[in-house]
């Protein structure tokens, strides 16, 4: 165990030494076509929020399981923490940024506080974009579909039955 | 035209921002120059800091600075809301797991990170305690060095102190019944979604300091003391924090990133990992002993208690949670004789520190599950035990303190309506009810300033920080009722010192009441302004005049604000301003140095079902009702009440950071430690309130954001033992600890088996 960190500490301080690996990359973000160079190792979420500025997505847990950081990756909902951001070379990436139609709320941000399902609100982009995939492939969910779409999607105010009240009514809104 | 803004269900204002991704949260703020921080902390509880190697750590380009406590002023500051026992930085020791002991300040976030792990320290490690058990050992090691202590008679304990309240003689009560139990409150995290933030830059000769702090103006206060500025030369700019729940009430690493920003000159910013965020605050564990006295008819006698509260290392708030949550243990009943003696005992954790709920619902879990065993026992009705024993309107169940502020009987029968009390239950289901009380804020100081501008919009200024329980759409809306203004014209700015006025703090669900009244009277005082502009205008006497609801009444007609404020502040324009103050002396003496400004009560009722095979606990139904007093937005108290039993719900089923023997927490971050989900809910989530225009808040509004957590475990806990037959004193009631009873209750003997089958005849056998 302790030969396997020193060995990964070593590896570490040559990798410090050496200049870090970028890489080229092309990625469609919020229907605008952007050519990066990209660090090897760092996340799309890295490179949404510090390198293009997205904000909207955000950094919770890290490791994939709060749902914070959810945008869609030709049209899946993802964890942008979890996908390297030279895995989405050629991807269409949507974050919250790119929800509003011309300045123009959609209908799942405008259900979303029509139905009071926005307290602290940090969750809340992710919980958009998880349930546009939602909607995108299932126009007509039940209660039971919302809960399992988002259940990756942690919300500590725990506003998950106005949230899914509005994925609902955005549902209805959307026919 | 402004009609019906209080009480109408308006739009959460700052929505908008919320669901485009516009809100800027602390991480989010962009500053040129910016160094980004890293912490570098053991993997241990407690250990002697012999020496710290950063000359790797310096050599990775762009790092610009390796902080130690060898850098700061010495010895190094130390600070605290009620204790200043916290150092910047860990010096010679670390207290809990987590504890930082240097920090990196790098041009990027690889660099910092890259650096902080090659910071080498050389540590001892020391015994830790992070137990009661082991705190309260006469041979335990001290978690607080003595000197921090001076001329406390338990410095040389790890018991920070000892909190005793009570009336009538507990000794001398004769009871037909006594029942005894202990029960066990679990260490929760906050893990609010948004990890702590932290930035801070040079600002003239002075410092700004970006903060998710809830309370800025404790902040600056604390910041000018350590670097010995002025509170004119420190900023503190609070974004909305994504969430607080009491974790995010004290200052932590400001002092740590300011002390940085000010020897580089540059902006330093610190985000913490979710996981850095739960060694940073967590409520505190509790163990509750308690004895109640029944007459046979189900009227309390006596109640005794004991609570001893683990804290953490450094005191934070949670002496204070200690001393004002246990306080009325007793709960909103009538008791002749009560026995109260809490206390705060240190311990190598993270420290504790205000989380929903404030130290109420660890004793209510004790004492409202030994109401429900006092009643099985006597073989009455557990909601008619409660409402025999429960404090009527203006009666002072606790002698001497503010008296029951509600008609809270009616919260009773109302959740038990909803629940279906009396209905038949289906096979393998079980119901229970339950009611928590929670002292609200017991001082209080904020100040409002509202501006009514030449078009009849409305700038409002308030210190309160929003954190999702919508106060800035509270204030909105009694702004634009009183000043008749569309809500849509009216802006709320806060979170800046250098803007706002003073606001104590952001705590206590006190906003709608203390800061809600400051936002009222600073309207008041428009409209005051307003009345002396009518007169001056129509040359009549202002005392015919009344401005309300942002109509200005004239003797002969009615007119809108705005037309009397255009012709008022005639060519130059400009605009009207008030100013409010809402204030909340202290009371020496008092035990909680004051009366509480009113109390949150709550009554839950659930209906669950337990797996028999799983252990796993189904929340078929769950009723929450508050008395809120007056709902100015009744769904955002909705929000609040359905969040908190939520909230609840997880302490109760799943929620437990794990420490293994050394102290150090097992299940930290995301993957191992489970917060309820969409998955996780009740069947039904039913809320509901009472509203009798009792609060002393704006037109009879109560604080009431933690009502709904407070006996969320007790109603389950009763609701279990009716479905399943078991009797569990430890939270959670998590599948394993369910289904381990459930074990025990069949190996039993076969008295406890009958009784399983025949709830309501469970005796003693069926304590743990």
């Known amino acids: ?175 | 035209m402004s009609a019906g803004r209080v009480g109408s269900s308006s739009r959460r204002v700052g929505g908008v921002d919320r669901v485009t991704g516009r809100q800027t949260y602390v991480a989010d703020v962009r500053l040129d120059d910016v160094l980004e921080a890293r912490l570098v902390s053991l993997d241990c509880a407690r250990a002697r800091i012999v020496a710290i190697d950063t000359s790797e750590a310096r050599r990775v380009p762009g790092v610009r600075f390796v902080m130690t406590a060898a850098d700061l002023p010495q010895p190094v500051p130390r600070f605290g809301p009620q204790f200043q026992d916290r150092p910047v930085i860990a010096t010679g020791e670390t207290t809990y797991h987590g504890e930082p002991v240097a920090a990196v300040a790098a041009e990027t976030k690889d660099a910092a990170e890259a650096a902080a792990r090659l910071v080498r320290v050389e540590y001892e490690e020391l015994p830790a305690v992070s137990t009661l058990a082991a705190a309260l050992d006469p041979a335990a090691p001290l978690v607080q060095d003595p000197s921090l202590r001076p001329g406390d008679p338990l410095a040389t304990t790890n018991v920070l102190r000892e909190h005793r309240y009570g009336w009538g003689d507990v000794d001398a009560a004769t009871a037909d019944l006594v029942v005894e139990g202990s029960y066990a409150f679990p260490m929760i995290t906050h893990f609010a979604i948004e990890p702590h933030g932290f930035l801070a830059a040079p600002d003239g000769d002075g410092i700004v300091c970006w903060s998710s702090i809830q309370h800025p103006y404790l902040l600056q206060k604390m910041l000018a003391r350590i670097l010995g500025l002025p509170l004119a030369r420190v900023r503190v700019i609070a974004p909305d924090p994504g969430g607080g729940f009491g974790g995010k009430q004290n200052p932590k690493l400001e002092p740590l990133v300011a002390f940085m920003a000010l020897r580089l000159g540059r902006p330093v910013r610190l985000i913490l990992t979710l996981d850095q965020t739960f060694q940073a605050v967590r409520r505190t564990s509790t163990e509750v002993r308690v004895r109640s006295g029944f007459r046979r008819d189900g009227t309390l006698v006596f109640q005794d208690i004991a609570a001893d509260y683990l804290i953490g290392a450094y005191a934070d708030i949670a002496d204070r949670v200690v001393s004002k949550g246990s306080y009325p243990a007793c709960g909103p009943y009538r008791v002749p004789a009560a026995r109260i003696v809490a206390r705060a005992i240190l311990s190598n954790t993270t420290p504790a520190t205000a989380f929903r709920g404030f130290g109420n619902p660890q004793v209510n879990w004790a004492v409202e599950s030994t109401l429900d065993e006092g009643a099985r026992r006597l073989g009455l009705d557990p909601v008619e035990v409660r409402l025999r024993n429960l404090a009527r309107p203006g009666e002072a169940f606790i002698p001497g303190d503010t008296p029951a502020d509600g008609d809270w009987a009616e919260a009773v029968r109302r959740a038990a309506e909803r629940i279906g009390w009396r209905a038949p239950l289906p096979a393998g289901h079980g119901r229970g009810l339950a009611l928590g009380i929670k002292s609200g804020p017991t001082t209080g100081l904020s100040y409002s300033t509202v501006r009514l501008l030449a078009d009849g919009s409305v700038v409002v200024y308030a210190g309160t920080s929003d954190m999702g329980q919508g106060a800035r759409t509270v204030f909105a809306q009694i702004a634009a009722d009183e000043l008749g203004a569309p809500l849509e014209w009216v802006t709320v700015v806060m979170g800046d010192t250098a803007v706002v006025p003073y606001d104590q703090q952001t705590s206590a669900s006190r906003s709608t009441v203390l800061m809600g009244n400051a936002v009222l009277a600073a309207c008041r005082d428009v409209q005051s302004q307003l009345r002396s502009m009518a007169a001056r205008i129509h040359e009549v006497d202002p005392e015919a005049i009344a401005v309300e609801h942002g109509v200005v009444r004239l003797p002969d007609r009615e007119a809108p604000i705005l037309e009397v404020l255009k012709a008022g502040l005639g060519r130059l324009g400009g605009e009207l301003i008030g100013n409010g103050e809402s204030r909340k002396e202290d009371e020496p003496g008092h035990p909680l140095n004051g009366r509480p400004a009113f109390y949150e009560l709550n009554c839950t009722a659930v209906e669950a079902s337990v797996d028999p095979g799983t252990g796993e606990v189904t929340i078929h139904r769950h009723v929450t009702v508050s008395d809120v007093g007056r709902a100015i937005n009744p769904l955002q108290v909705r929000m609040q009440d359905e969040g908190a039993a939520i909230m609840g719900l997880g302490h109760t089923l799943m929620e437990h950071v794990i420490l293994d023997e050394t102290g150090r927490i097992r299940n930290l971050g995301a993957i191992d430690y489970r917060i309820p989900t969409s998955l996780d809910l009740p069947g039904e989530l039913v809320s509901d309130m009472v509203e009798n225009a009792d609060g002393p808040g704006p037109y009879g509004a109560k604080g009431m954001s933690e009502g709904a957590l407070l006996c969320v475990a007790p109603a389950v806990a009763a609701a279990v033992h009716q479905a399943a037959g078991v009797v569990i004193h430890d939270l959670p009631l998590a599948p394993e600890r369910v289904w381990q009873a459930l074990q025990e209750l069949r190996a039993g003997p076969p008295a406890e088996a009958e009784a399983a089958a025949e709830p309501e005849a469970v005796g003693a056998g069926g304590v743990r």
Do not use: W
């Not at chain 1, 973000?29 to 949404?48: I, Q, S, Y």
């Open chain 1, 1 to 175: 165990m302790t030969d396997t960190l020193e060995r990964l500490d070593a590896i570490e301080a040559a990798a410090i030494d050496a200049p870090t690996d970028h890489l080229s990359i092309e990625v469609t973000v919020n229907g605008r076509r952007r050519r990066l160079d990209v660090a090897v190792h760092h996340t799309l979420l890295d490179v949404l929020r510090d390198d293009l500025g997205l904000t909207g997505t955000k950094e919770c847990c890290d490791v994939g399981e709060c749902g914070a950081c959810t945008v869609l990756v030709d049209g899946r909902a993802m964890n942008a923490c979890l996908i390297l951001a030279v895995e989405a070379d050629g991807a269409v990436v949507t974050t919250v940024e790119g929800l509003a139609d011309d300045g123009r709320l959609s209908a799942l941000q405008a259900a979303f506080l029509d139905a009071g399902a926005v307290q602290c609100g940090f969750c809340i982009p992710g919980q958009l974009m998880a349930a546009r995939a939602l909607l995108d492939r299932e126009p007509d969910p039940t209660v039971a579909d919302v809960h399992a779409a988002l259940a990756g999607n942690l919300c500590r105010c725990a506003g998950y039955e106005q949230i899914t009240e509005a994925v609902l009514a955005a549902a209805e809104a959307e026919r």
